[in-house]
């Protein structure tokens, strides 16, 4: 391989301009495609697969209105007064003109919404106070049916005592005609005591009517009681109603979308898809009409759901670190053309990588991440590649070498272990692939394509403009020091090679100060937590970190990340029990922990799907929130066996848990890979089992003691002022597993420079220790600068405008920091320092089977050198 790319140098360099032009080509290709039929970025994150995912897949068949994309709108006074009348009107006016836009399903008016909410609650207490008016009345009533019965019953009486002397009259006149008339009494006598009859016989016809009516009279109230207890039971009915509806308000009781004060309010904009294929020009169309609505006094600000977008990959953190690395590269070559040759082409290799990316996204979802970790890789690994490179170059002409001859030389020796290294951090990213999470594995293969084309420019391109700008790589003074005594070999040995570095002098005190900074930095390690940025870590002077700051003090931190609950029912629920329903679920999940509101959102056109808001009391980022997740999925069990329903939750907060949660599983697994795959490349590199470990080990050092300072940072709040950090929290989910594969490809890279000169001077005849100290004079200087590129530029990113970058870019340059300058300077040679000669032990077996890579090209040096 070292001829192979010997011969590319050589030819780079013969043919410059066509190399360069073809380069060029490539370049304002890849662009044009890019202009052309450049695809669309996602703001974002989705995983096939987690349970939040799969509500949304299924609502979308059967529920596409609560599978819905959506985003909040707050509303408020720029002197801190409450919403007048004629705000009102403009806030409805400017939702109006939203609700009209291309994507939009919905945007209700936030004081139409309280208005409802304040008349339900009225009509509510009325109809408490209907049942209490209906209550008095039937008890008003059934006194009066008591008292009129009892004077119908008191009548009876009279009635009969009444009917009984007229009875008894009757039959006292009857025996005093008998007798008269058996007497022979006169005519006369006896026709006037006959005459009395007719006054007793109309006597007993009034009693008889009136028995009838006091009769009537029973009946009457018998009906009445009746009606009375009809009364009663709907009262009833309607009093469980009412308690249902109480049940309901109090479940919605601390749910509102105007401010108490009334000077914030709270909007809810809708979409017409779900949140993984919302566009960026939607979502961007919703916030241009609400900013340039005619809304005089009223500020408008906007949640992150409305406002994550990739306006531009590079910002003002990421230049300056690009300059930064342009002044190291300075310092170490001497030369402006030197310094800014890197730079140029690691742009270069950029720009076509970033292109390729896009014009990728045509054909291939991905998220706006995506190209970033490329542009942060392309650069970095691009300047150092083409370092290494020149580095060589500079060192053989300072020995003498010929120009043509030394940029073939620097390519087919430091550029083959450009190319190998370039090969490791390929597989590591690749390898991402491998967590069978969708986006990973794509930032993985869209950073592995940055990768290879970082390689081939430094290897084709950088041979061509060493060609052009000749001896001007070395300063003038470098210039008129060359040698020309045909001794190469002995002036391309480094300065001092034989004096002992601090490392080999005091190896154990080096050893226990590595591990110790190493531990140190990683006891934060054991209490990380993963998830996604809310609003509340975007810049305080943000659009999003101002809406989540006032709905956390209007309204309460959980309205920022409500909890969307779905409820399935195995058949269609009737109109007249679906009240109840609603009541025993939203009862159900306002008696979980750590729940401040619910409210019973929708209902689906078939009748099956119940959809309900769940409030949390804290913020979304929150332990107890994540609980709050799986307290809500609990009641799937308790439904399944009582209701044969369903339970499931989606949302952004659910979403963000459960990608954390699948992130968290497959970590073990990705990291056990990248550490199998780190000792079998360097088994195969440096023919030793020691060596291979303590670069393992020092890895797994490098990534616990990285991920200790991005918590501590980014999760526990230290230095939160000086990093942009307004809202510690969770640490970004995807960070731990692109910090491995990242560092991992960076490690080997270190490793392999700085550990390949030792081993090429132990082959041929110098200690265990000599070699150390020739490996490290060797190489100490260029990965030196080579790490402080790489942290220049990484730093850059942790300044950066994307708010989910700044975590990666920190994490990267502490990664380097800790990789470069503790683990591989000073604790990998003082370890094998102590072993000695043990470290370059290989079984004479395994020795056999290996082939023979010669990463350093050694070979290809012996041979042109002599």
């Given at each position: 391989?070292?001829s ?20 060029l080509?490539i ?7 890019m ?13 096939d ?5 799969n509500?949304?897949?299924q609502l ?6 609560a599978?819905?994309?959506s ?6 006074k720029t ?6 009348a004629?705000d009102e009107?403009?806030?409805a ?9 291309t ?5 209700r ?10 008349d339900?609650?009225?009509?509510v ?23 009129n ?11 009969d005592?009444?009917q ?10 009857e025996?005093?005609?008998?007798q008269?008339?058996?007497a ?9 005591m006959?005459?009395n ?6 006597g007993?016809?009034?009693?008889a ?18 009606k ?9 009915a309607?009093k469980?109603?009412?308690q249902d509806?109480d ?13 108490k004060?009334k ?14 294929q919302?566009?960026?020009?939607i979502?961007?169309?919703?916030v241009d009409s609400l900013?340039?609505?005619s809304l ?5 600000d906007?949640s ?33 053309i030197?310094?800014g ?12 990588s ?11 979802d ?8 490329g ?10 590649y ?31 272990a ?14 991402l ?8 594995g794509?930032?993985g293969s ?12 430094a290897?084709?391109a950088?041979p061509?403009?060493l060609?052009?700008i000749?001896?001007?790589?070395l300063?003038?003074k470098e210039?008129?020091?060359v040698?020309h005594?045909?001794h190469?070999e ?6 001092n ?8 002098k ?6 226990f ?13 054991s ?8 609003g509340g870590?975007e ?5 999003p970190?101002?809406a989540?700051?006032?709905?956390s ?10 909890i969307?609950?779905v ?9 007249d029990?679906?009240?109840?329903l609603?009541t ?9 922990p750590?729940?401040v ?7 689906s056109d078939d009748?099956k ?8 009391a804290v913020?979304p ?8 997740v ?13 209701m ?5 939750v ?5 979403a ?12 073990p697994l ?32 490098t990534?616990?003691?990285?991920m ?9 709040g ?11 929290g ?15 490809g ?11 000169g ?5 082959t ?13 004079h060797?190489?100490?200087?260029v990965?030196?600068?080579?790490a ?5 530029v ?6 950066s ?11 990267l340059?502490?990664?380097v ?7 591989r300077?000073?604790l990998?040679?003082?370890a094998m ?6 470290a370059?032990?290989?079984p ?6 290996l ?7 050694a ?8």
């Amino acid at each position: 391989m070292a001829s192979l790319l010997y011969k590319l140098g050589i030819f780079s360099a013969r043919r410059a301009w066509l190399v360069l032009g073809a380069w060029l080509l490539i370049l304002a290709t890849s662009v044009a495609l890019m202009l052309t039929a450049g695809g669309k970025l996602s703001s974002s994150i989705s995983i096939d697969g987690v349970p939040s995912q799969n509500v949304i897949d299924q609502l979308q068949k059967t529920f596409p209105e609560a599978s819905r994309a959506s985003g909040q709108v707050v509303f408020h006074k720029t002197d801190g007064a409450e919403f007048t009348a004629a705000d009102e009107v403009a806030i409805a006016k400017a939702l109006a003109d939203v609700k009209l836009l291309t994507g939009v399903s919905d945007a209700r008016d936030p004081f139409n919404i309280e208005t409802e909410i304040q008349d339900r609650r009225a009509e509510v207490a009325k109809g408490w106070q209907d049942i209490t008016d209906g209550e008095k009345k039937i008890a008003d009533g059934k006194v009066s049916i008591a008292t009129n019965k009892a004077k119908l019953a008191d009548g009876l009486v009279k009635l009969d005592a009444a009917q009984t002397k007229l009875e008894a009259q009757s039959a006292q006149l009857e025996a005093g005609i008998k007798q008269a008339q058996a007497a022979g009494a006169p005519k006369q006598q006896i026709d006037a005591m006959i005459a009395n009859r007719a006054p007793i016989a109309g006597g007993l016809a009034q009693i008889a009517a009136q028995r009838q009516k006091i009769l009537d009279g029973q009946a009457q109230l018998v009906t009445a009681a009746a009606k009375l207890v009809t009364a009663q039971a709907d009262l009833d009915a309607a009093k469980l109603k009412l308690q249902d509806a109480d049940k309901l308000l109090a479940a919605t009781k601390e749910f509102s979308t105007v401010s108490k004060d009334k000077t914030v309010a709270l909007a809810t904009v809708q979409f017409t898809v779900p949140n993984n294929q919302l566009e960026e020009p939607i979502r961007q169309g919703v916030v241009d009409s609400l900013t340039n609505a005619s809304l005089l006094g009223i500020q408008v600000d906007f949640s992150q759901e409305l406002t994550r977008s990739l306006s531009s990959i590079l910002g003002v953190g990421e230049v300056v670190g690009l300059a930064i690395a342009a002044v190291v590269l300075f310092v170490m070559l001497g030369t402006l053309i030197g310094a800014g040759m890197p730079v140029i082409l690691a742009i270069i290799g950029v720009g076509i990588s970033a292109s390729i990316t896009m014009v990728l996204a045509s054909v291939i979802d991905m998220t706006s991440t995506t190209p970033v970790l490329g542009v942060m890789l392309g650069l970095a690994v691009g300047i150092d590649y083409a370092l290494f490179i020149l580095n060589r170059h500079r060192r053989q002409l300072k020995a003498g070498v010929e120009l043509r001859e030394s940029i073939g030389l620097a390519t087919g020796t430091s550029g083959n272990a450009v190319f190998f290294a370039g090969i490791t951090v390929i597989i590591a990213l690749a390898a991402l692939n491998l967590t069978g999470i969708g986006f990973v594995g794509l930032m993985g293969s869209m950073g592995s394509i940055s990768i290879a084309i970082a390689v081939l420019i430094a290897i084709t391109a950088t041979p061509a403009v060493l060609r052009l700008i000749g001896m001007k790589v070395l300063s003038k003074k470098e210039r008129a020091l060359v040698s020309h005594d045909g001794h190469l070999e002995e002036h391309m040995q480094p300065k001092n090679a034989n004096k002992p570095v601090f490392v080999n002098k005091h190896p154990w005190i080096s050893a226990f100060a590595a591990i110790a900074v190493l531990v140190i930095a990683a006891l934060p390690f054991s209490s990380m937590r993963l998830g996604l940025p809310d609003g509340g870590a975007e810049p305080k002077d943000s659009s999003p970190n101002r809406a989540y700051v006032l709905i956390s003090d209007k309204f309460g931190e959980g309205f920022n990340g409500q909890i969307s609950t779905v409820v399935t029912m195995p058949s269609a629920v009737a109109l007249d029990d679906q009240t109840a329903l609603q009541t025993r679920i939203a009862t159900d999940l306002f008696s979980l922990p750590n729940v401040v509101a619910v409210v019973p959102a929708a209902v689906s056109d078939d009748n099956k799907t119940f959809l309900f808001q769940v409030v949390p009391a804290v913020k979304p980022s929150s332990v107890e929130t994540e609980k709050l997740v799986f307290d809500v999925r609990d009641l799937d069990a308790k439904y399944a066996s009582e209701m044969d329903a369903s339970v499931g939750v989606t949302g952004l907060t659910a979403a963000n848990i459960d990608i954390s949660q699948k992130i968290s599983s497959v970590l073990p697994l990705y990291l056990g890979v990248v550490l199998a795959l780190s000792l079998l490349l360097l088994i195969l590199v440096f023919r030793s089992i020691l060596v291979p470990l303590l670069a393992a080990g020092g890895f797994l050092l490098t990534v616990f003691a990285t991920m200790g300072t991005v918590v501590a940072v980014y999760q526990w709040g230290w230095l939160a002022d000086i990093f942009g950090v307004p809202n510690p929290g969770p640490i970004l989910s995807f960070l731990p597993i692109f910090l491995i594969g990242i560092l991992f490809g960076l490690a080997m890279d270190y490793q392999l420079f700085l550990v390949s000169g030792m081993r090429e001077a132990f082959t041929h005849g110098k200690s265990a220790k000599d070699s150390i100290n020739y490996g490290m004079h060797l190489s100490r200087a260029v990965v030196i600068a080579a790490a402080l590129i790489m942290i220049t530029v990484f730093g850059g990113f942790a300044f950066s405008h994307l708010t989910m970058i700044r975590p990666v870019g920190f994490g990267l340059a502490v990664g380097v920091i800790f990789d470069a300058f503790v683990v591989r300077l000073v604790l990998v040679p003082a370890a094998m320092t102590i072993f000695g000669n043990a470290a370059w032990w290989l079984p004479k077996w395994l020795d056999r089977i290996l082939p023979d890579v010669d990463v350093e090209g050694a070979k290809l040096e012996r041979e042109h050198l002599h």
